[in-house]
Structures are given as C-alpha cells and as structure tokens.
C-alpha cells in the first residue's frame, strides 16, 4: 500500500524581524554620543544601557520609558537631560536595501507581520523613519506589546494571534539562528537572514512567491 505524503501548506503570512532585518543598527552609535555626558568608558556605559535588568524590563514592557530613561541615566552617571538621552538612544538605525525594496514585491499575495524585539523608544522611531516600508506590514508586532521576548514561546503566540493563517502557513525571518529554531519548534517555517543577496531566494525555496527582477 502506498502512503500517500501530506502536501506542505502554502504560505499564507511572511513575518520579518527588524533589526538586522529591515533595518540595520549598531548601539555603539548611540554609547559614542552619550559618551560625553559620563566619566564611564564606553564599553561600561554600554553594559548600563544594554546589559542590564532594565534593558529587558524596558523592551518587554515592564517598565515605561519615562522609567528606563531615569534609571539608565543614573547608573550610567550621565548628566545629559532626557531629550538629550533619547535623541542618541534611538540614532542607531539605517536602512536594509535589499529587504525594503523586496517587502512591497510580497504584499499583494501574502499577510506581512513584523516581530520584534524592541523598546517603545526605538519602535517610535523607526516607525517614523522607515513609514515608507512598514506602511505595507499588516501588523506591527513588538516585545513590549507580547510581554515577551524572542525566542520565548510567549512572543511567538503573541504574534501568531495577528497571522490570519495556521503556524504551519507562516514564514519568519531572523538574523539570529536561536530566534528561528525557536520559531521552527512553534511551527513557523523559519529563514536566517544572512545580508548576502540571497533572501529572495530563500524565500522561494520556503514556498513564497517573489517576483522576478534584475536584482535577483
């Protein structure tokens, strides 16, 4: 008796991570402006914004930015004001060519959902800043929304509530390995994104239609 093998489910929704996805962006941007309000060397200052409690309380939602700001100004010994301290926290983005001319190519056929890890500081702003691109997402998804973080289960439920599709029926992007094996183990079909050219391809090879240019 042949076994007849079960066809893949088509791709119904494609969700982008994004930072080092649709956007590049490098912290040490932000340190090196800070940097002159602080007798703290750079890579401890950094430490205070970025490794600590406060950081993850601050991209999961447990804490307002009103909060991370007061707190991180003063383990950071920094003098600046808050208007100053968020205008170098959030100067650390710049755009993925390859990823933002490729997303309106995918949203006449496919959902577009963004999942990220991200504080509300940094999601106002590159939402401001890259309006151009995420003006064609279905939705915007965020840790400090889902009270969760990548690659905690958690965040990927959060986010599958806003899909319209079957886990199976999904494709996640990620730069981070760790993120997309966890997004496999939920039951997303997974891709890693490597700033080589290849996502295009990638994402045929997942069962996604893109359409042919030059460029790929």
């Not at 590049?24 to 890579?43: E, G, I, K, M, W």
């Not at 950071?76 to 390859?98: D, G, K, M, P, Y």
Request: glycine share 6%; with cysteine; proline share 4%.
């Amino acid at each position: 008796m042949t076994t007849l093998k079960k066809a893949p489910m088509p791709i119904k929704t494609v969700i982008f991570d994004f930072g080092n996805v649709v956007a590049f962006f490098d912290h040490s941007r932000a340190v090196a402006r800070l940097a002159q309000y602080t007798d703290l060397p750079p890579v401890e200052l950094a430490l205070k914004l970025y490794g600590s409690p406060i950081e993850d309380a601050y991209e999961r939602g447990a804490i307002d930015t009103e909060m991370y700001v007061r707190q991180a100004t003063r383990n950071a010994h920094l003098s600046c004001t808050t208007e100053q301290f968020l205008a170098a926290f959030v100067a650390i983005f710049w755009r993925n060519l390859e990823v933002c001319e490729l997303i309106p190519r995918l949203q006449s056929n496919y959902r577009i959902i963004l999942a990220s890890n991200t504080t509300r500081a940094h999601f106002e702003e590159y939402s401001k800043q890259f309006a151009d691109v995420l003006r064609y997402f279905d939705h915007l998804g965020t840790s400090f929304d889902a009270g969760a973080r990548k690659p905690e289960r958690e965040f990927f439920a959060h986010v599958q509530r806003h899909a319209q599709a079957e886990p199976g029926e999904c494709v996640f992007i990620d730069d981070l390995p760790t993120n997309v094996e966890a997004a496999e183990e939920f039951g997303w079909k997974g891709v890693v994104y490597r700033a080589d050219g290849t996502l295009a391809d990638k994402l045929r090879a997942a069962g996604v239609v893109v359409g042919t240019t030059e460029k790929d």
